[in-house]
């Protein structure tokens, strides 16, 4: 072996470290809690409950020598519905394990809670049951109608157990002409649950695969113990039901077994047979009712024709068609006298017709309506130069009243006082200044004369003295 070394080179340098920020320790904590353990069923007595206004309930779950720090957010907490939390309380609960990064404290948040002895399937049953209640999956006004006579019946169960036999059994006894399609799935056992969510959906778009559409899907299998059915109270399979655009039936164990399959479906049958009965209308009844239908109808036609003869003997003796020949003969006649009338009857009539005319044409120019008009307009002049020269001397004497009353009214107006030479004084305000000691010294007077006014301030406001302007 051969051995090189560098004398030249030096030791390596160490690598500088890499430093982590406490969330970034805190996220990667719980990274390894979430996907190391992730969820888990954990056993302890509750201390140092706390329950939040928000609805939130925190606690420790301890034992002799650990404690855990749990936390219940408000939805879970409302599906305890009769379980009340105490300090004390022994339980068993059910959550996923985490981080709550602000404190850097590991905690698990808690999902389902039950007390110690219950059985740990029952408690899983009710919580999901109360989930998917909570969100409306079985909602009473979201459950179809089924079709009253279905042709195609869709199947998901075991093609070997018994419910099957019993179903069709039943089916075909009621109703032959029914058809079946089955698609085929394990009923129990772990990957069940998936098996049976795919086989709705699958029959629900049978189309796609080629095969005729199904007009009602049933779900079902026989009885048995709570874990025997357990996969049918998987939300997997309840969600596949409440999607599926086919209307489904839920025909799971016995009478006393429900499962969450049960509460999606459409409709619950109690047992496989059950179910077909519910599905097929029995055909003797069928028959019975159609047997009942044509009676009806038989009594309602010979009714109708009994009826129709007696309208027929009726009509059979009326006058009118008893001696149709007699009847003719007698319009005939009627058909005679009238035309023998209108021959005669044109000179008859016109003649007077031509005699009114002529005296309403003399009336008419009687009262011509030319004439009438000129002697009106003729009126109407007269009248109106009768009532036309009063008027006029009146306008005219007016005229000459006024012009009296406007002569002797300039000769009294200011105005012609001031063409003579005369002028007006006022104060500021024009109000007129008829006596000397009415005028202040420092008053501003206004003179009016006949082209013009002038301003002047008072300097000397003796009575019987003139002022200077």
């Given at each position: ?178 058809a079946v399609l089955i698609n085929p799935v394990r009923v129990q056992g772990r990957g069940?649950?998936?098996?049976i969510a795919r086989a709705i959906e699958e029959l629900g778009r049978a189309e796609s695969f080629g095969l005729p559409p199904v007009d009602i899907i049933v779900l079902t ?249």
């Amino acid at each position: 072996m051969q051995l090189d070394f560098d004398l030249h080179r030096g030791p390596p340098l160490p690598t500088e470290p890499k430093i982590l920020s406490v969330s970034e320790l805190t996220r990667r904590v719980r990274g390894l809690l979430e996907d190391g353990i992730g969820e888990a069923w954990v056993e302890g007595e509750i201390s140092n409950l706390r329950r939040q206004a928000s609805g939130h309930q925190y606690f420790t779950l301890k034992d002799a020598s650990s404690q855990l720090s749990c936390v219940m957010f408000k939805r879970s907490a409302a599906t305890l519905r009769d379980l009340r939390l105490a300090d004390g309380q022994s339980v068993q609960v059910f959550g996923g394990i985490s981080v709550y990064e602000a404190r850097g404290q590991y905690q698990m948040i808690v999902r389902v809670v039950q007390n110690r002895g219950e059985g740990v399937l029952q408690a899983r049953f009710e919580a999901l049951k109360r989930q998917l209640a909570d969100e409306g999956l079985f909602a009473t006004e979201k459950k179809r109608a089924l079709p009253r006579f279905p042709r195609r019946v869709g199947v998901v169960t075991s093609p070997t157990g018994a419910a099957i036999r019993d179903f069709l059994q039943v089916l075909h006894r009621r109703d032959p002409g029914i058809a079946v399609l089955i698609n085929p799935v394990r009923v129990q056992g772990r990957g069940a649950a998936a098996e049976i969510a795919r086989a709705i959906e699958e029959l629900g778009r049978a189309e796609s695969f080629g095969l005729p559409p199904v007009d009602i899907i049933v779900l079902t299998r026989g009885g048995g113990s709570i874990e025997d059915l357990w996969e049918f109270n998987e939300e997997i399979v309840a969600r596949a039901i409440a999607g599926s655009p086919v209307p489904v039936v839920s025909a799971i164990g016995h009478e006393i077994d429900f499962t969450i399959a049960d509460f999606a479906a459409d409709l619950r049958a109690p047992t496989p047979s059950a179910a077909a009965e519910l599905l097929a209308a029995d055909r003797t009844e069928i028959l019975s009712r159609l047997g009942q239908s044509a009676a009806r109808l038989t009594r309602a036609c010979r009714t109708r024709l009994d009826l129709t003869g007696l309208q027929v003997n009726a009509l059979s003796q009326a006058s009118a068609l008893r001696e149709p020949a007699r009847r003719l003969l007698d319009l005939r006649q009627s058909l005679d006298r009238a035309s023998a009338v209108l021959a005669q009857g044109p000179s008859r009539v016109i003649e007077p017709s031509r005699q009114r005319l002529s005296r309403c044409q003399a009336r008419l120019d009687a009262q011509f309506p030319g004439r009438a008009l000129r002697e009106a307009r003729l009126r109407c002049e007269m009248i109106q130069q009768r009532l036309g020269e009063p008027v006029q001397r009146q306008r005219i004497a007016q005229q000459a009243r006024l012009d009296r009353l406007s002569g002797i009214l300039a000769s009294l107006s200011p105005e012609a006082t001031l063409v003579r030479g005369f002028t007006i004084t006022t104060d500021r305000e024009g109000n007129p200044l008829t006596s000397a000691k009415k005028i202040t010294p420092g008053m501003l007077i206004r003179t009016r004369f006949s082209n013009g006014e002038t301003v002047s301030e008072v300097r000397d406001g003796t009575p019987n003295v003139g002022s200077e302007t």
